[in-house]
Every structure is written in structure tokens, then in C-alpha cells.
């Protein structure tokens, strides 16, 4: 038995994949204490792990960033991404740190589970010398001879140019975009006792003991440098499908009928053009067409078309097997979630990490990517395409079968299972003989 200690950023988009691992962990018999906000107390204890508050800091769970930092109100592009990674992640890593520290001290923790914003699981780790796992509920943003960086929503581009592309994009952000992230970094390090490195910040994302990847490896780009210690386990997807309240029109979109779902996210969902342009453009035609996560603030026609049905919840594991096309701003989950049943996607996204995703299911050849404001027409003409291009829903089955072809939670805790007899770092094929390889 293991003890794991987990404290993953408290949003949705991180904390729902990771409470489907923490679940397997304690369905294993290992001890589970989780560190979060007090939005997310019913979602850790029904995983069967213990929760514990987030106390010596902001619980920005029940609180919006722009509240525990408002310079993000007034600031944009490059300066509002070094706002939100300074204040709001590393000047909240030594009250979180404190507050691990006093968990620890009770819990004797033999693992730590955060991701790539926790900077405080990692301070923690090399103060306490606790193997330090993360786990990937985004796309892989680490910087890669390969890959562009991350925040540009490039795709990859093959051969010497695409390397030269790479390398100088690289070096420009880690100097410019990231430079004076990482020195304040050091700073803040220093302030807890530990010492200064001299890395970019997005170098410390990749823990060198482990990093699950919360995804299948077709959906991500190909790096031959990719750290041994990334492992792509599947997607981690709630699996509950039962509906706490039957919509009123759950049997005509199970019924067979083409089905359009769209949805503005949960947290970035300010700008409703995406599902005005979704209702515009099928407006009376024979898809059903259900926007999730709306409320009575989204302007829409009224009367509504014919084949419109708004609704603030959708139970999206059980709606999208029945879905032929997910309409989406790129928030990662959803995506996942579409991806593993095969249906084609049309993303439209302008921030956070939703332009990366974005690029990768137009990468992939599982949907069309749109500007972040699609017209109406644009919109029209990018699912006509999915419709009656194979292309994409052939492109979408690959990488369902792929994702199919993994046990997500099982694989998941096999690896920090290993991690945790170990204390070592758990390398791609070196198996311990006590684990299932992937």
C-alpha cells in the first residue's frame, strides 16, 4: 500500500480526469490525500480519497482567477499570460507548499500526483524527497526539436525547415515570452529555501519520474525527444452514464436522428459566437442541434429554430455516442471525449491552451479547425464537410481505436504504483516485473 499525496491546479478540466485515477488508486488499497478547493470536497471524497482545504492561500476553486489577481482584467496577450503564470501560479506555490507541508507532516506521503501548474507539488518533492509524478490534462507542452512551442497553435513541420522553424521559435520564447517568468520563478524559489536554477519554466514541467499523458499517443504530436518518463495512458473519461434528470429531449436524440452538439466550455465561455453561429447555420435543417452549458443570457433567435434544444447540463457521456458532430471552443476533455467515440469535431478557439488543441484535431485529420468568431456560413460549410467527407470520420475511428486500445485508470496507477515500490524514475519499457506494460 502507498500513500499518495495529489495536488493537481483546482479546475474541472484537471480535476475530473485525475479523480478517475485517484478512484482506481483507492479501489487498489492505497491511502489517497488530496489537497484542493472546497468546489471540488464532493468530487474527491467520491472518489474515495480524503480532502484536505486549501487554507494558507486564495481557494481561487470557488473564486475566479481575475479575483485572486485582477491585473488580469487589464492586461492581454503576452503580458496577461506572464500575469497569470507569476501571480497567479507562483506566487500561489509557498502558501500551497505550507499547506502540503502541514499534510505531510500527518500523512507521511511516499507520492506526490500534481501537473504541470503545480508548482508547489515540485517544490515539495525536492524538499521532502517525495518522487514527484505528473499528470497531463492538456496537451504536451513541452518544448521539443520537433514541435513549435506551445501557445502558438502551430502544427508540426517536417524535415531541416521545420527544426530551424522550431528551434528559433524556442528560442524566442523561452527569452522573450517566458524569460522574465522563469527569473521570478527562481526568485519565489529561493524565497522557500530551495535553490535557484537558472530553467525556463516550461522545463520543469516534465517531473523526471514520471508524467502520464491523459490522452492517446495519435492524437498528440510524433517528438524524438520525447522524456522517457512520458507515458500516454488513454483518456481518462468519467465513465458514469447514468442522467440524474432525463432531458425532455433525450429520446429524439437517441432516436437515430443526426445530432449536432456545441458547447462554449465551462470556464472561458464568454464568447457565445461560436453557438450563434452553430444555430444559424443549421437553422431548420434536419440535424438536432443541442447547446450545452447555455443559460439565459446567450442571445439567440427567438423564437428558437425548430431543431434547437438549449441546456445548462448535458450528461456527455451518455449523449455522445449518439452525437455526429461536436462543435467545441477546444476544451480538452470534450475533445477527448468526442475523439473516443470517433466523431468528427469543428473547434473554433482564440485562448489558453484551446488554439493547441485546435491544431492538433486539424493535425490529426479528425476535424476542421475555424477562425475563433466563425461566420455563420463558415461554420455551415466545415460540417457539411464532415459530413460528406470520409476523410475525417475514418481519421476519427483511428484515433478512437487507439484510444480503445488503453486501459486509462489501470494503466495510470500500474505506473505510480511503480513509481511508488521504486521511488526511481519509471522509464518508457522498463518494467519492474510487478506492472502491465501498456
Same mark, same amino acid.
Given at each position: 500500500?502507498?500513500?499518495?499525496?495529489?495536488?493537481?491546479?483546482?479546475?474541472?478540466?484537471?480535476?475530473?480526469?485525475?479523480?478517475?485515477?485517484?478512484?482506481?488508486?483507492?479501489?487498489?488499497?492505497?491511502?489517497?490525500?488530496?489537497?484542493?478547493?472546497?468546489?471540488?470536497?464532493?468530487?474527491?471524497?467520491?472518489?474515495?480519497?480524503?480532502?484536505?482545504?486549501?487554507?494558507?492561500?486564495?481557494?481561487?476553486?470557488?473564486?475566479?482567477?481575475?479575483?485572486?489577481?485582477?491585473?488580469?482584467?487589464?492586461?492581454?496577450?503576452?503580458?496577461?499570460?506572464?500575469?497569470?503564470?507569476?501571480?497567479?501560479?507562483?506566487?500561489?506555490?509557498?502558501?500551497?507548499?505550507?499547506?502540503?507541508?502541514?499534510?505531510?507532516?500527518?500523512?507521511?506521503?511516499?507520492?506526490?500526483?500534481?501537473?504541470?501548474?503545480?508548482?508547489?507539488?515540485?517544490?515539495?518533492?525536492?524538499?521532502?524527497?517525495?518522487?514527484?509524478?505528473?499528470?497531463?490534462?492538456?496537451?504536451?507542452?513541452?518544448?521539443?526539436?520537433?514541435?513549435?512551442?506551445?501557445?502558438?497553435?502551430?502544427?508540426?513541420?517536417?524535415?531541416?525547415?521545420?527544426?530551424?522553424?522550431?528551434?528559433?521559435?524556442?528560442?524566442?520564447?523561452?527569452?522573450?515570452?517566458?524569460?522574465?517568468?522563469?527569473?521570478?520563478?527562481?526568485?519565489?524559489?529561493?524565497?522557500?529555501?530551495?535553490?535557484?536554477?537558472?530553467?525556463?519554466?516550461?522545463?520543469?514541467?516534465?517531473?523526471?519520474?514520471?508524467?502520464?499523458?491523459?490522452?492517446?499517443?495519435?492524437?498528440?504530436?510524433?517528438?524524438?525527444?520525447?522524456?522517457?518518463?512520458?507515458?500516454?495512458?488513454?483518456?481518462?473519461?468519467?465513465?458514469?452514464?447514468?442522467?440524474?434528470?432525463?432531458?425532455?429531449?433525450?429520446?429524439?436524440?437517441?432516436?437515430?436522428?443526426?445530432?449536432?452538439?456545441?458547447?462554449?466550455?465551462?470556464?472561458?465561455?464568454?464568447?457565445?459566437?461560436?453557438?450563434?453561429?452553430?444555430?444559424?447555420?443549421? !437553422? +431548420?435543417?434536419?440535424?438536432?442541434?443541442? *447547446? /450545452?452549458?447555455?443559460? &439565459?443570457?446567450?442571445?439567440?433567435?427567438?423564437? @428558437? $429554430?425548430?431543431?434547437?434544444?438549449?441546456?445548462?447540463?448535458?450528461?456527455?457521456?451518455?449523449?455522445?455516442?449518439?452525437?455526429?458532430?461536436?462543435?467545441?471552443?477546444?476544451?480538452?476533455?470534450?475533445?477527448?471525449?468526442?475523439?473516443?467515440?470517433?466523431?468528427?469535431?469543428?473547434?473554433? !478557439? +482564440?485562448?489558453?491552451?484551446?488554439?493547441? *488543441? /485546435?491544431?492538433?484535431? &486539424?493535425?490529426?485529420?479528425?476535424?476542421?479547425? @475555424? $477562425?475563433?468568431?466563425?461566420?455563420?456560413?463558415?461554420?455551415?460549410?466545415?460540417?457539411?464537410?464532415?459530413?460528406?467527407?470520409?476523410?475525417?470520420?475514418?481519421?476519427?475511428?483511428?484515433?478512437?481505436?487507439?484510444?480503445?486500445?488503453?486501459?486509462?485508470?489501470?494503466?495510470?496507477?500500474?505506473?505510480?504504483?511503480?513509481?511508488?515500490?521504486?521511488?526511481?524514475?519509471?522509464?518508457?519499457?522498463?518494467?519492474?516485473?510487478?506492472?502491465? $506494460?501498456?
Amino acid at each position: 500500500m502507498t500513500r499518495f499525496l495529489v495536488a493537481v491546479t483546482p479546475v474541472t478540466g484537471h480535476m475530473l480526469p485525475t479523480s478517475v485515477l485517484v478512484a482506481e488508486l483507492v479501489r487498489r488499497g492505497h491511502d489517497v490525500a488530496w489537497y484542493t478547493g472546497a468546489a471540488f470536497r464532493t468530487l474527491v471524497e467520491g472518489s474515495g480519497a480524503q480532502w484536505f482545504p486549501l487554507r494558507s492561500g486564495p481557494d481561487w476553486s470557488v473564486t475566479k482567477p481575475y479575483d485572486v489577481v485582477p491585473e488580469l482584467r487589464t492586461t492581454r496577450g503576452v503580458a496577461q499570460v506572464r500575469t497569470a503564470f507569476s501571480k497567479l501560479f507562483i506566487d500561489g506555490a509557498p502558501p500551497a507548499l505550507a499547506d502540503l507541508g502541514e499534510i505531510h507532516a500527518g500523512f507521511r506521503a511516499e507520492v506526490v500526483l500534481g501537473n504541470a501548474l503545480s508548482f508547489a507539488a515540485r517544490w515539495f518533492s525536492e524538499l521532502h524527497g517525495v518522487p514527484h509524478a505528473n499528470i497531463g490534462t492538456t496537451v504536451l507542452g513541452i518544448y521539443s526539436r520537433d514541435t513549435a512551442p506551445m501557445g502558438l497553435g502551430l502544427p508540426p513541420l517536417p524535415g531541416p525547415i521545420g527544426r530551424a522553424r522550431n528551434a528559433v521559435l524556442t528560442a524566442a520564447h523561452r527569452r522573450i515570452i517566458f524569460g522574465p517568468v522563469s527569473r521570478h520563478l527562481d526568485d519565489v524559489r529561493s524565497s522557500v529555501g530551495l535553490p535557484r536554477q537558472g530553467r525556463d519554466m516550461v522545463d520543469t514541467f516534465a517531473t523526471p519520474y514520471l508524467y502520464l499523458q491523459d490522452t492517446a499517443e495519435s492524437f498528440e504530436y510524433p517528438r524524438s525527444d520525447l522524456p522517457p518518463q512520458v507515458h500516454f495512458i488513454g483518456p481518462l473519461l468519467t465513465a458514469d452514464r447514468t442522467l440524474p434528470k432525463r432531458p425532455q429531449w433525450w429520446d429524439e436524440a437517441t432516436s437515430g436522428r443526426p445530432v449536432v452538439l456545441v458547447t462554449q466550455g465551462t470556464v472561458t465561455n464568454v464568447d457565445d459566437h461560436l453557438i450563434g453561429a452553430t444555430v444559424e447555420a443549421l !437553422a +431548420g435543417k434536419d440535424p438536432l442541434v443541442i *447547446v /450545452a452549458g447555455a443559460d &439565459a443570457s446567450l442571445p439567440l433567435p427567438d423564437p @428558437l $429554430p425548430s431543431n434547437v434544444r438549449i441546456e445548462g447540463y448535458v450528461p456527455m457521456a451518455a449523449l455522445m455516442p449518439h452525437v455526429t458532430a461536436y462543435v467545441t471552443n477546444g476544451g480538452y476533455g470534450g475533445v477527448q471525449r468526442a475523439l473516443a467515440q470517433g466523431v468528427p469535431i469543428v473547434v473554433a !478557439a +482564440g485562448s489558453e491552451d484551446k488554439p493547441e *488543441v /485546435a491544431a492538433r484535431v &486539424a493535425w490529426s485529420g479528425a476535424g476542421i479547425r @475555424l $477562425p475563433q468568431r466563425p461566420s455563420a456560413a463558415e461554420m455551415r460549410r466545415a460540417l457539411e464537410a464532415l459530413d460528406t467527407d470520409p476523410h475525417y470520420r475514418a481519421n476519427g475511428r483511428r484515433i478512437a481505436d487507439d484510444m480503445a486500445s488503453h486501459r486509462p485508470a489501470e494503466e495510470g496507477a500500474d505506473l505510480l504504483e511503480q513509481l511508488g515500490r521504486t521511488q526511481s524514475p519509471v522509464i518508457r519499457g522498463a518494467w519492474d516485473g510487478s506492472s502491465q $506494460p501498456n
